[in-house]
T-cell receptor
Framework: EAGVTQFPSHSVIEKGQTVTLRCDPI?????LYWYRRVMGKEIKFLLH????????ESGMPNNRFLAERTGGTYSTLKVQPAELEDSGVYFC????????????FGQGTRLTVV | RKEVEQDPGPFNVPEGATVAFNCTYS??????FFWYRQDCRKEPKLLMS???SGNEDGRFTAQLNRASQYISLLIRDSKLSDSATYLC?????????????FGDGTTLTVKP
């Protein structure tokens, strides 16, 4: 069974540009999460989808970040316009519907804003 | 104060040693607890869930003390391949599955 896949694995963009990250969760997983790890900090929650609905977006840093999960399958996270402090590793994770189920992570997208 | 705090590390131990990591959490409503392992430049991977009665998986033992809001991970007979960063992860009660709150991680290096 395929795991969580993320694309691209790396992205280097200039400040002010737009970047879109994609996440394909494990098939059948209703829950999809986005997390981010910036240099020297812990992994932090960004938002949580249940199917196509945003369950919790309390971790989104500001309105330059937009996440979508149309159709309840894959998800995209767009950063527009990107700033230097957005650099970091963006992880996507998915889990089945069970309340206490552990999440499976993708390998992450390493974003560098220059 | 961070929601999840871990031993700062790093831990450098010889092969065969026993090492213990500690973690405390501040949200008393937390219901699910995990230890994840993250290798350098890789994604976090679930090592084991932590149950109230404590649980063991081979050389790894996890303990939970709800009264003290404390979680531990014990690794016996350390192997070179155990070298990684160990993340303490806590999930809340009041959401469906819900977001995970991570500690900073504790880095372990096992040396020959």
């Amino acid at each position: 069974e395929a795991g969580v896949t993320q694309f691209p694995s790396h992205s280097v963009i200039e400040k002010g540009q737009t970047v879109t990250l994609r996440c394909d969760p494990i098939s059948g997983h209703d829950n999809l999460y986005w997390y981010r790890r910036v240099m020297g900090k812990e992994i932090k929650f960004l938002l949580h989808f249940v199917k196509e609905s945003k369950q919790d977006e309390s971790g989104m840093p500001n309105n330059r970040f937009l996440a979508e999960r149309t159709g309840g399958t894959y998800s995209t996270l767009k950063v527009q316009p990107a700033e230097l402090e957005d650099s970091g590793v963006y992880f996507c994770a998915s889990s089945p519907r069970d309340r206490g189920a552990e999440a499976f992570f993708g390998q992450g997208t390493r974003l560098t804003v220059v | 104060r961070k929601e999840v705090e871990q031993d700062p590390g790093p831990f450098n131990v010889p092969e065969g040693a026993t090492v213990a990591f500690n973690c405390t959490y501040s949200n008393s409503a937390s219901q699910s607890f995990f230890w994840y392992r993250q290798d350098c430049r890789k994604e976090p991977k679930l090592l084991m869930s932590v149950y109230s009665s404590g649980n063991e998986d081979g050389r790894f033992t996890a303990q939970l003390n709800r009264a003290s809001q404390y979680i531990s991970l014990l690794i016996r007979d350390s192997k070179l391949s155990d070298s990684a960063t160990y993340l303490c992860v806590v999930k809340p009660y009041n959401t469906n599955a819900g977001k995970s709150t991570f500690g900073d991680g504790t880095t372990l290096t096992v040396k020959p």
